[in-house]
Antibody, heavy 118, light 107 residues
Framework: EVQLVESGGGLVQPGRSLRVSCAAS????????MHWVRQAPGKGLEWVSG????????GYADSVKGRFTISRDNAKNSLYLQMNSLRAEDTAFYYC???????????WGQGTLVTVSS | EIVMTQSPATLSVSPGERATLSCRAS??????LAWYQQKPGQAPRLLIY???TRATGTPARFSGSGSGTEFTLTISSLQSEDFAVYYC?????????FGPGTKVDIK
């Protein structure tokens, strides 16, 4: 069965950096676009960033543009999100999700919690 | 950026009743709309894509309709496991955007 496992979350001070990762298995990773979606505790879903199968198409939410960088390593079946200049409002669960060909995100990880606080 | 709105914010329904959830886009997204269900402590689950196509494993009591800017998710007869938060998402343009969600709770 398709698995997406996030890691790298934790407590970080405002202004610092953190990288979260997503390990994918049981599907052909380089056939799919991948995305990061976040959810602040008790709040709704926010799309953060997406990357096409070959990294040729990348997009970001306005709220993270210029601070976050998405990347992938198809040889390692892994997705990454480098988060710089972190702010308190970036505190959230970060989910990786597989982009379904034709629309929608059909598989999600269980999320990793990033807390930005001094 | 396409702004998604959902109504109502909360829907109180008795088991066995029908629930109708609405989603609106600030500009046309054609049929590029998805619906998700999320239960407490869980990741979201894809229910509907392409506005009306049920994802693998989605029960037939869930149906989606609409195109352009107006969409509807209907649950024909609510079961206990359907009480959750439902989100719509436009998949037409980046940045992809979600609606704020509709919470379906027990009346």
């Amino acid at each position: 069965e398709v698995q997406l496992v996030e890691s790298g979350g934790g407590l970080v001070q405002p202004g610092r950096s953190l990288r979260v990762s997503c390990a994918a298995s049981e599907f052909t990773f380089n056939d799919y676009a991948m995305h990061w979606v976040r959810q602040a505790p008790g709040k709704g879903l926010e799309w953060v960033s997406g990357i096409s199968w070959n990294s040729g198409n990348i997009g970001y939410a306005d709220s993270v543009k210029g601070r976050f960088t998405i990347s992938r390593d198809n040889a390692k079946n892994s997705l990454y999100l480098q988060m710089n200049s972190l702010r308190a409002e970036d505190t959230a669960f970060y989910y990786c999700a597989r982009g379904r060909i034709g629309g929608g995100f059909d598989y999600w990880g269980q999320g990793t919690l990033v807390t930005v606080s001094s | 950026e396409i702004v998604m709105t959902q109504s109502p914010a909360t829907l109180s329904v008795s088991p066995g009743e029908r629930a109708t959830l609405s989603c609106r886009a600030s500009q046309s997204v054609s049929s590029n709309l998805a619906w998700y269900q999320q239960k407490p402590g869980q990741a979201p689950r894809l229910l509907i894509y392409g506005a009306s196509t049920r994802a693998t494993g989605t029960p037939a009591r869930f149906s989606g309709s609409g195109s352009g800017t107006e969409f509807t998710l209907t649950i024909s007869s609510l079961q206990s496991e359907d009480f959750a938060v439902y989100y719509c998402q436009q998949c037409n343009n980046w940045p992809l955007t979600f609606g704020p969600g509709t919470k379906v709770d027990i009346k």
